[in-house]
């Protein structure tokens, strides 16, 4: 039988890193703090977390980057709100991030998690980010985790 190669949820000893945009921060507070509670209750130390603040979503990557890069960080986690406006600003900050964040992580080898809202809507985001749908942030923090710990046992 062919051997499986899983990560897990134990945050012990992990050190992680989150970027977090400061525009639409009514949101994005929200999701900071559901990934910091995922952090937590996984067993990362306060300690062993940044949050480093951008003004925007387009900004995240490069933060993202430079964090990965140092080499302090086992995983960097990107949070941000984009929400649908009447022109198609929505489209290009929300491609551009996503784009940025894969590529960072594929040139640093370090998990970059992509932990944006896209909305259509103020609600859509609202619920995303700890009403109806869960929190993106707390998803988010434990998908860093498994990575970390997966990149490890490879």
Known sequence: MAREITGNLDGKGLKIAIVLSRFNDFI???????????????????DD????????????????????????????????????????????????????????????????????ITADSLDQAINRAGAKSGNKGFTAAEAAIEMANLLKEI
């Not at 994005?28 to 306060?46: I, P, Q, Y």
């Not at 933060?63 to 990107?78: D, F, Q, T």
């Open 49 to 116: 977390i940044v949050v480093s603040r951008t003004p925007g979503s387009f900004e995240i990557p490069l933060v993202a980057c430079k964090l990965a890069e140092s080499g302090n960080w086992n995983a960097v986690i990107a949070l941000s709100a984009i929400i649908r406006g009447e022109t198609p600003h929505f489209d290009f900050v929300a491609g551009e991030m996503a784009k940025g964040v894969a590529k960072a992580s594929m040139d640093t080898g370090i998990p970059i998690i992509y932990g944006a």
């Open 28 to 46: 994005t507070e929200r999701l900071l703090n559901g990934a910091m509670d995922a952090l937590k209750r996984h067993g990362v130390s306060d």
